[in-house]
């Protein structure tokens, strides 16, 4: 089974620019969750998808948002971007999102913002 | 509202050695537990998870993490670590009740030496 992937891998943008990432879960998986990962503040989650609907969602400003279609990928897009953007996106997905199932983790998208 | 605290940063060991990585959160509402490694340029990966039963848990790779409630804390241990296993770890909690996210600590880094 494939895993998680998420495109792309790198990506340079400057300020006031706009970002989409993509993320593919494994196949069958329904749910999807974006994590923000920086030096500063580690590990942080932005919001989780279910079948198209935002369940949950972190403590990000509105440039933060995100969707999820039929087929259950997801992209999340970051719009007038600041240097405090530059950071490691991570993608996961689960089966159904129960809070105690495994989530997969993508390889992650590299975003620098200049 | 949850929160997890790794005291340890990094921790160096040599080739051989057994290792704790400590962990310990804190939370008013009853959570799962989980540990997931992530190595040098991917996603992260999981380990192992707590969810009931036996407070002893074994994971991938040889290591193992022991629930303890009184103290709030789930270390992880591995009684002889390899090269392979220099990486960061991550602790994380996820409430019992519906929140379908992840809240991560700061992470050790796993420094093995030969």
């Known amino acids: 089974k494939a895993g998680v992937t998420q495109t792309p891998r790198y990506l340079i943008k400057t300020r006031g620019q706009q970002v989409t990432l993509s993320c593919s879960p494994i196949s069958g998986h329904r749910s999807v969750s974006w994590y923000q990962q920086t030096p500063g503040q580690g590990l942080q989650f932005l919001f989780e998808y279910f079948s198209e609907t935002q369940r949950n969602k972190g403590n990000f400003p509105g440039r933060f948002s995100g969707r999820q279609f039929s087929n259950s990928r997801s992209e999340m897009n970051v719009s007038t971007l600041e240097l405090g953007d530059s950071a490691l996106y991570l993608c996961a997905s689960s089966s159904s999102g129960g809070t105690q199932e495994t989530q997969y983790f993508g390889p992650g998208t590299r975003l620098l913002v200049l | 509202a949850q929160s997890v605290t790794q005291l340890d940063s990094q921790v160096p060991v040599f080739e051989e050695a057994p290792v704790e990585l400590r962990c310990n959160y804190s939370s008013s509402v009853s959570v799962y537990l989980f540990w997931y490694v992530q190595y040098p340029n991917q996603g992260l990966q999981l380990l192992l998870k707590?969810?009931?039963?036996?407070?002893l848990v074994k994971g991938i790779n040889g290591f193992e993490a022991e629930f303890n409630k009184s103290q709030t804390s789930f270390h992880l241990r591995k009684p002889s670590v390899h090269i392979s296993d220099t990486a960061e770890y991550f602790c994380a909690v996820s409430r019992m009740d519906s929140s379908y996210k992840l809240i991560f600590g700061s992470g050790t880094r796993l420094l093995v030496r030969p």
């Open positions: 707590y969810l009931s039963g036996s407070t």
